[in-house]
């Protein structure tokens, strides 16, 4: 499978898929953010793949959306402002990507190496289990306040450290997101490649069928207590922030003032 921002290769029953925007710490853009979606929907399709890796070229995993044009920053690319309806629509098609790649029926372990913020987090948090290097940045350093897309936050780590996580922009390493449950653990950077793969290893192992129930199973556990309901809540605070962000009321702001008022910390 060719695509413009992600390799996408397959061997020994395992799919890797590797944000190839390495030069942009890959940041999520359009191109990539597309391009991700069209890579898990050719996983979930072919037969031969019974795991899935998620990992980043360069020196990040993710380091969060894209600034200067994404679904999440600029909003719809043929429109100049923000208004309520715009909002809405896009920060739904946004969750519901975020739940496509989550209900995908086959295991999928995240690869967490350099920078994962913001965005970053949120792609590990939907994979089932995330392997971090030891010396991996994680955090959500995005405009203090307001209402974030990504409900998950809560779910892992509980209201106190979630609430410090978002509340202070603090950044972790990898043993410290072990710690609090952000990733499932962390390994020395050297071996992260290693380990990550005798674990799809693994899960490559077993019987696809009954992986898909069970992952099914979790999924459906998920519903029950609630996770759609709060991925669309979240959604729908965080698009009527961008509204109302610039005091304007139903006549909405520019995309530029949604920009700036975001504010997102990306490192050099």
């Not at 309901?229 to 009527?240: D, E, G, I, R, V």
Request: hydrophobic share 40%; net charge negative; aromatic share 6%.
């Amino acid at each position: 499978m060719k695509l413009d921002n992600v390799i996408y290769e397959v061997s020994e029953n395992i799919a890797r898929i590797t944000m190839n925007r390495g030069d942009k710490m890959n940041a999520l853009n359009h191109g990539l953010w597309d391009d991700l979606i069209a890579a898990f929907d050719e996983a979930e399709h072919d037969p031969e793949v019974r795991a899935i890796i998620l990992c980043g070229k360069g020196r990040a995993f993710c380091a969060g959306w894209d600034l200067k044009a994404s679904y999440y920053i600029t909003g719809p690319q043929d429109q100049q402002q923000w208004t309520t309806s715009n909002a809405l629509s896009a920060l739904r098609s946004i969750s519901e990507r975020y739940l496509k790649i989550m209900n995908i029926p086959k295991p999928v372990v995240a690869q967490v190496h350099g920078y994962c913020l913001a965005a970053g987090c949120y792609l590990e948090m939907l994979c089932d289990m995330a392997i971090a290097a030891e010396d991996a940045r994680m955090g959500h350093p995005v405009g203090r306040g307001g209402v974030d897309s990504m409900p998950l936050w809560v779910s892992y780590l509980g209201q106190r450290k979630a609430r410090e996580m978002l509340m202070t922009q603090k950044i972790i390493d990898g043993k410290e997101a072990e710690r609090i449950g952000l990733v499932n653990y962390a390994v020395p950077a050297d071996k992260l490649e290693q380990e990550v793969w005798a674990t799809a290893k693994t899960l490559a192992a077993a019987d696809p069928d009954a992986i898909a129930i069970q992952k099914t199973a979790f999924n459906t556990h998920a519903e029950i207590m609630g996770r759609g309901a709060t991925f669309a809540y979240h959604s729908q605070l965080n698009a009527l922030g961008r509204v109302g962000a610039g005091g304007r009321g139903r006549g909405g702001i520019s995309i530029d003032e949604s920009r700036a008022n975001t504010k997102a910390q990306q490192p050099d």
